[in-house]
């Protein structure tokens, strides 16, 4: 064991619930002749003993980490655009409803929250190192020197926004500090992020990688909150990417929470979902699925059945890896990201072959890494299970529909 690992927010003790043991870069798909320079670390989860926050024990090295920006997460499904088209409509009739309203992103997507925005007159921007898209860009990590230069240039903000992204920043500080400089009094942060909730009942694991540092709840989140000079406001949970929580922060006086917050700590409270024994027990329940799957997979091979895996995700890369699911199990993942086709998935090593594989021919059965997609692939390969192919899902367990 290391030295003892530290809340990255209040600097109390870690203390750790599962360790999922060597674990590579969950987006570093490799070269077939790359695979022997490849990085590995101990993905290992534990709660801050003070402020309840989950987080990876370990950090990936800052030099390795998503050095071209936050992480992106493509709308590319048609459930996530209509989710960003839905959330700016509801900002503009709620939050940017003033004279001349002002929007800003962290991390833009595919900048579709802004895109509806602009289409409704709204001044917008998105803060992103990498500057991509097709929305205006102020190229900088958002902290306190970026919030600055905004001020300076559109003044405050009546909304700052963010999807998948502040689960990824391992130092919150600079954000709040950011946000004290360029939230309007009345502003508001939202940001919707994976709920340790939603993990914990589906056993949804492969949330669990380098990329995603903290899973939150809404203790930790109004812990949070008030730790900067802020207050959570609102909290709402969403159906998208497997059950996430949608946090509205507000500066300390200015908004009483609603409802909705104490009715969800009261249920965290009830559940126990900060309490050790349960999340220990979810560890158990990681184990069981690791033991179900392998020994279904190698009957399925013994039985002479073809298999394939679907969605060469970042996060597929947990349970690859956790259960050692390599070629000699699944012999290719088929994927649309061009970039990916003809490399190996990352520490696991399954060749990754472009989406027109999969129905050439179609295998027996389909692993389905990208689960959390799962009803549109399904509903998109209807043709799949017609043809007397079945998908294999690992969560909340395994089973083979
Ligand atoms: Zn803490």
Redesign the pocket.
Known sequence: MPAMSR?R??Q?ALLEFFDFERQPLSSAFVAPDGTDDEFFFRLAVGM?E??A?VQLIESVPPELAHHEGYPYHSAGSSVMTKHFEETARRFIETELTGPDPFVVEIGANDGVLLHTCGEAGIRHLAVEPSGAGTVRVHRAFFDAASAAAILATDGPADVVYSANTICSVPDLRPVFEGLDVLLASDGVFVFEDPYLGEILERTAFDQIYDEHVFFFTVRAVQALAERFGFVLADVERLPVHGGQIRYTVARAGRRTPTPAVAELLAEERELGLTDMATLEAFGRKIQGIRTELVALLHRLRAEGHTIAAYGATAKSSTIANYCGIGPDLVPYVCDTTPAKHGRLTPGSHIPVRPAAVFADPYPDYALLFAWNHAEEIMAKERAFREAGGRWILYVPHVHVV
Request: proline residues 0%; hydrophobic residues 25%; charged residues 0%.
């Open positions: 809340c927010v209040c109390h801050c003070s402020c926050l």
